[in-house]
């Protein structure tokens, strides 16, 4: 069956400008991570959703960064005013429940110029 | 606040050996570990998951034990390939998040 799949697979942007990433999750699944993974920090955490709701925001950066979910299915992660250190490899998983194994779509490569 | 580590960072054997990968962590209030292998410019691929009352899971020629208590995992890799040359991660599950190692890079030499 299908996986999970990202959008766009690479992005370059200029810095100031806002960019939208999308997911979407393997069908029926209820949890759904956004992870960032980049050279010097590896994978980090950024959000967790179950259904519509982000219970864990802890991850996120700072405010320039925002996520939704909608129909419980696709997630889109946005950054304003990207920044060069936001240059990074940005990961999705969906889980059927949480605490389940995750699978990890291949994720999007931002460069910020 | 968890910290997971892998040692070795790197490692380089011939096609055939047997091997073992480690993962430590400091916080043994998990639910669950899992490990996964990354190839080049690609995502992360499930390999198992091992809940918190488990001590191993076998899948195929893989087996990952878990030791909660002194917040160790491995895995072993029975019987090496040049397919198995990948980034191998461990990563803990707590509440929700998982919490990841730098990796392993392995190496099979044919």
């Known amino acids: 069956g299908a996986g999970v799949s990202q959008s766009p697979s690479n992005k370059v942007t200029e810095k100031g400008k806002d960019v939208e990433l999308r997911c979407d999750p393997i069908?029926?699944?209820?949890?759904l991570y956004w992870y960032r993974q980049s050279l010097g920090q590896g994978l980090e955490f950024l959000i967790y959703f179950q259904g519509n709701s982000a219970p864990d925001k802890s991850g996120l950066p700072s405010d320039r960064f925002s996520a939704e979910r909608t129909g419980g299915s696709v997630s889109t992660l946005t950054i304003q005013r990207t920044q060069q250190e936001d240059s990074a490899v940005y990961l999705c998983?969906?889980?059927?429940?949480?605490?389940?194994?995750?699978?990890f779509g291949p994720g999007t490569r931002l460069l910020v110029l | 606040k968890q910290e997971v580590t892998q040692i070795p960072a790197a490692l380089s054997v011939p096609e055939g050996e047997n091997l073992v990968l480690n993962c430590s962590f400091t916080d043994s209030a998990i639910y669950n570990l899992q490990w996964f292998r990354q190839d080049p410019g690609k995502g992360l691929t499930s390999l198992l998951l091992i809940q918190s009352s488990q001590r191993e899971q076998t899948s195929g020629r893989l087996n990952a034990s878990l030791d909660k208590s002194s917040g160790r995992s491995t895995l072993y890799i029975a019987a090496s390939q040049p397919g198995d040359s990948a980034t191998y991660l461990c990563g803990t599950q707590g509440a929700q998040k998982l919490v990841f190692g730098q990796g392993t890079r392995l190496t099979i030499n044919p």
């Open positions: 998983a969906s889980s059927l429940e949480s605490r389940q194994t995750q699978y």
């Open positions: 069908s029926g699944h209820t949890a």
